[in-house]
């Protein structure tokens, strides 16, 4: 049974920083893509951040233009725990941020086939 568990949300003031952790059983992420998305009150989840899985041979790295230079996402394989680290944190970041796994190189639309349950980051 495929389970992505989600953590490190809370409350911050603009400016400061929040780590969120993925934890995953019954996948990995040397074979999959990972991925964080975000979904705001009132508007659709978007995606924030993806990384290709280990082994994928197209991919790589992605973030959306709101993030950049400003949020890392990262893996750790032997903990199967997938990271996404936030600095510099806005108001407009604030949501419920939610882990997803992919196919082995893309996170994108249809290709998602995990998620996680959502971690609250609130920014104000």
């Known amino acids: 049974q495929v389970q992505l568990v989600e953590s490190g949300g809370g409350s911050v003031q603009p400016g400061g920083s929040l780590r969120l952790s993925c934890a995953a059983s019954g996948v990995s992420f040397r074979l999959r893509c990972g991925a964080w998305f975000r979904q705001a009150p009132g508007k659709e989840r978007e995606p924030v951040a993806s990384l290709s899985g280990a082994y994928a041979t197209r991919g790589g790295v992605n973030y959306s233009e709101s993030v950049k230079a400003r949020f890392t996402i990262s893996v750790d394989n032997a903990k199967s725990t997938l990271y996404l680290q936030m600095n510099n944190l806005k108001p407009e970041d604030s949501g419920m941020y939610y882990c997803?796994?992919?196919?082995?190189?893309?996170?994108?639309?249809?290709?998602?086939?995990?998620w996680g349950q959502g971690t609250q980051v609130t920014v104000s």
């Open positions: 997803a796994a992919g196919v082995i190189s893309s996170c994108v639309g249809g290709d998602v086939q995990y």
